[in-house]
């Protein structure tokens, strides 16, 4: 049994008070988080315990990354600068233009990327995600995984038309439910299942139903996009006569256990309905403020939503993502005080562990709560001074910056790099599928 103490570290606990332990020790037992406190205190209580000083670290929760597609890190450096999503196009190489080793490569690539800059826990969704599943529980991450479910061709959306395709419902549905059979508690339970209706626009009705009862009977979760566009909204309301919000509360889509990425294009009858239904969001703060988008998140908020904190794709640092969502949240509130950098952390630890209903598991440091947990080297230019923690974190930190990470107990990410994982090659080897799937479709 893994047993470590970590001291004389600044603990930022993200506890219900968002208590400050300075400085800190934390005894690590098995997978799990044994004791937490003053850190001369049980210096002295477990004497004969290995100790790992920490001095000059931040430690805090892991992040929980609530909405990430991994495979997307192949349109990074171009994504934001297209004016299009990427699964509209077939001048994009993503989705069924990939193959499902050029996929799991890109994913893998951002998948490390995540755990690297302290995500200990990810909802990855996107194609063949029984394949890269086997990559997340490689790296050792926890993770809630689904397959992108869609009826409709995406490619003819583009161009204004909702075409169905059976088939790819057939063909996706059975891949997430495979997923389902094969993964759901596996990996000493770190890895579980949710079903992934990609959008209300994307899915037919009668298919977002049998996907609304299977998850119902299956008790999982789901994961969404939810009015991300005007495009959506305008479907939605010639094919329902109501917004996607309105539409997907009344099927049951919307509700506990529902996690619900973008939520830009909603008013506020959309938000009442969207806190009634118990359903979380998913925040975009950097992708959508990249696309010139600002979700009302502070309305959100004030209406009772939980928000959580997402990077969704082309970057894996949650840093980054508390950054961007202070912006956005100032930008959507009109009230520049407003979130604390405490809030944000907890956006980025808490909120994404409830959304997930993993909040009694991970998104806090309190005693029994799996040691998932990183920590951040503040003797750096900068970082220092370091008068506000959370302050430094939010506005000044980078995902580098993370020297540690912990999940279950273990030891995954020492001084910057990933235990048993070479970098260099994992990265070079993106280059070269990158490089031929992108000259592959501009032929």
């Given at each position: 049994m893994i047993v470590i103490l970590l001291t004389n570290a600044c603990l930022l606990t993200v506890n219900e008070t968002n208590e400050i332990i300075n400085p800190g020790a934390i005894l690590i037992k098995?997978?799990?988080?044994?004791?937490?406190?003053?850190?001369?205190?049980?210096?002295?209580?477990?004497?004969?315990?290995?100790?790992?000083?920490?001095?000059?670290?931040?430690?805090?929760?892991g992040f929980v990354n609530v909405h990430y597609h991994g495979a997307l890190t192949i349109v990074r450096g171009v994504g934001p600068d297209l004016g299009v999503p990427p699964l509209y196009s077939r001048n994009i190489p993503q989705g069924v233009l990939l193959s499902r080793e050029e996929t799991y490569t890109m994913a893998l690539l951002g998948y490390a990327e995540a755990l690297r800059s302290g995500s200990t826990c990810i909802a990855a969704n996107y194609l063949y995600m029984d394949d890269?599943?086997?990559?997340?529980?490689?790296?050792?991450?926890?993770?809630?995984?689904?397959?992108?479910?869609?009826?409709?061709?995406?490619?003819?959306?583009?161009?204004?038309?909702?075409?169905?395709?059976?088939?790819?419902?057939?063909?996706?549905l059975e891949r997430n439910l495979r997923l389902l059979s094969d993964w759901n508690g596996k990996e000493e339970g770190r890895i579980t299942c949710h079903l992934g209706p990609h959008a209300p626009d994307t899915c037919t009705t009668p298919f977002l139903e049998k996907i609304i009862d299977i998850a119902s009977r299956a008790h999982v979760?789901?994961?969404?996009?939810?009015?991300?566009?005007?495009?959506?909204?305008?479907?939605?309301?010639?094919?329902?006569?109501?917004s996607p919000v309105k539409f997907s509360k009344a099927i049951g889509l919307l509700k506990s256990g529902t996690v619900a990425a973008h939520c830009i294009h909603v008013d506020d009858e959309d938000l009442t309905e969207l806190a009634d239904s118990g359903a979380s969001v998913a925040f975009?703060?950097?992708?959508?403020?990249?696309?010139?988008?600002?979700?009302?998140?502070?309305?959100?908020?004030?209406?009772?939503?939980?928000?959580?904190?997402?990077t969704d794709a082309m970057t894996g640092s949650m840093i980054e993502a508390m950054r961007f969502g202070s912006i956005v949240h100032k930008l959507s509130s009109g009230d520049n005080t407003r979130p604390t950098p405490?809030?944000?952390?907890?956006?980025?630890?808490?909120?994404?562990?409830?959304?997930?209903?993993?909040?009694?598991?991970?998104?806090?440091?309190?005693?029994?709560?799996?040691?998932?947990?990183?920590?951040?080297?503040?003797?750096?230019?900068?970082?220092?001074?370091?008068?506000?923690?959370?302050?430094?974190?939010?506005?000044?930190?980078?995902?580098?910056?993370?020297?540690?990470?912990?999940?279950?107990?273990?030891?995954?990410?020492?001084?910057?790099?990933?235990?048993?994982?070479?970098?260099?090659?994992?990265?070079?080897e993106a280059q070269k599928i990158a490089l031929k799937c992108w000259q592959r479709v501009h032929k």
């Open positions: 098995g997978s799990k988080i044994s004791d937490l406190g003053d850190s001369g205190k049980l210096i002295n209580k477990y004497p004969g315990e290995k100790a790992l000083d920490c001095h000059g670290k931040l430690i805090i929760p890269q599943v086997r990559a997340i529980a490689n790296l050792g991450l926890r993770a809630v995984v689904s397959e992108r479910l869609h009826d409709i061709d995406f490619f003819r959306i583009g161009q204004g038309e909702y075409i169905h395709d059976e088939q790819a419902g057939e063909t996706s979760g789901m994961t969404t996009h939810m009015a991300q566009s005007t495009m959506e909204n305008r479907e939605i309301y010639r094919r329902e006569g109501l975009v703060s950097e992708g959508n403020l990249k696309r010139g988008d600002i979700a009302p998140v502070s309305s959100m908020e004030n209406d009772g939503i939980n928000v959580a904190l997402c405490e809030h944000l952390l907890r956006m980025a630890t808490i909120n994404g562990a409830k959304a997930l209903s993993l909040d009694h598991v991970v998104g806090s440091l309190e005693k029994g709560k799996k040691a998932d947990l990183l920590a951040i080297s503040t003797d750096q230019y900068h970082l220092a001074p370091v008068i506000s923690p959370a302050g430094t974190l939010v506005h000044a930190a980078v995902g580098t910056d993370i020297s540690d990470v912990w999940i279950d107990g273990r030891h995954l990410v020492k001084e910057g790099e990933i235990v048993g994982l070479d970098e260099k090659k994992i990265c070079s």
